[in-house]
């Protein structure tokens, strides 16, 4: 075999490798390959096997992931052209079936919603499934975190300008206390605090967050309630969206991501495209050291690449 097809072949192997699939290098060689050059193929790469019959066959595994990479552009068409309150309807769904270390898809859409945009959700999901969203988040998750589940998807917040500083203050106090009496019951099963961080206004939470420092020596609440991860998203959802959005971007892209991680790229940069993308991608590099857009260039592929690319791009 020539050096052109095993620089071919390597090329190949890289289309699998990362997010998506680099479509136009596939068609440009393996369009033009003979039998022979395919043969080789499958056996100098790790993607196939010979069983015992000599038989040469895709790794289940291999397969699997190449399918998983072909749907990342399908998926990330579908999501975007969904009506919003069906794609965070079926978000929720998905997050639901697929078990605790989704539920901070449930904490992400029921404390970055708007108030019309949650109840729309809801309204969809009903629609969708003729079941609401809060009874099947109390059915399913059984958890800790349910109390607080349940309420953050049920919101309709005050979404006015409004805020009382010594209510503000008072319930500063009041988080800061359960926090720091978690040896004795759990901050999750105190209802002060699922009530707090379910009903108030962003903006009250802004001063209840701010006075929270007060009485903490400077430490925010996500900081203290590191353990109680529901809790953490909860508070970075609502105080600083931005942070909880770029470390879900850091797990996705992250070689050691899951395939639910994975999912986390195209579910944060099509949902946040067009509402606080710009926040995000500002922020990125700040603690990445790159940018957001280089990120995508470096791990992703083909036609998913370009529309995640042309998502970012938006507003520009």
């Avoid at 069983?51 to 291999?62: A, G, I, Q």
Wanted: net charge neutral; with cysteine.
């Amino acid at each position: 075999m020539t050096t052109q097809f095993f620089d071919e072949a390597n090329v190949v192997g890289k289309t699998f490798s990362g997010f998506g699939v680099d479509e136009n290098s596939l068609i440009s060689i393996l369009g033009k390959w003979n039998k022979d050059e395919a043969k080789t193929f499958r056996t100098i790469t790790t993607f196939f096997i010979q069983d015992e019959r000599h038989f040469e066959k895709w790794l289940v595994e291999h397969l699997d992931q190449l399918k998983r990479e072909f749907l990342r552009f399908q998926d990330a068409i579908v999501l975007w052209t969904m009506h919003p309150w069906e794609r965070d309807a079926r978000l929720i769904k998905k997050a639901l079936t697929d078990g605790p270390k989704s539920y901070n898809v449930l904490v992400e859409i029921g404390c970055t919603r708007k108030s019309d945009e949650l109840f729309g959700a809801r309204k969809a999901y009903h629609s969708l499934y003729d079941r609401s969203i809060e009874e099947d988040v109390a059915s399913i998750v059984t958890g800790i975190e349910r109390k607080l589940l349940v309420a953050l998807v049920s919101s309709y917040r005050y979404e006015g300008p409004k805020v009382h500083e010594e209510t503000a203050k008072s319930e500063a106090k009041t988080l800061y206390n359960a926090v720091k009496n978690a040896g004795k019951k759990h901050p999750m099963e105190d209802e002060d605090v699922v009530r707090i961080l379910s009903t108030r206004s962003k903006h009250h939470l802004e001063s209840v967050f701010k006075h929270y420092k007060e009485f903490s020596d400077g430490k925010g609440m996500e900081e203290e309630v590191e353990v109680y991860l529901s809790l953490k998203h909860t508070v970075e959802c609502l105080s600083t969206p931005h942070t909880y959005f770029i470390k879900v971007l850091e797990e996705a892209i992250n070689p050691d991501a899951d395939e639910k991680m994975k999912e986390g790229l195209t579910r944060v940069i099509v949902t946040r495209a067009d509402v606080d993308m710009k926040v995000i991608k500002k922020e990125y590099p700040k603690k990445n050291g790159a940018t957001l857009v280089d990120k995508i260039e470096q791990m992703a592929n083909g036609n998913f690449k370009n529309f995640l690319l042309t998502l970012l791009a938006r507003g520009e």
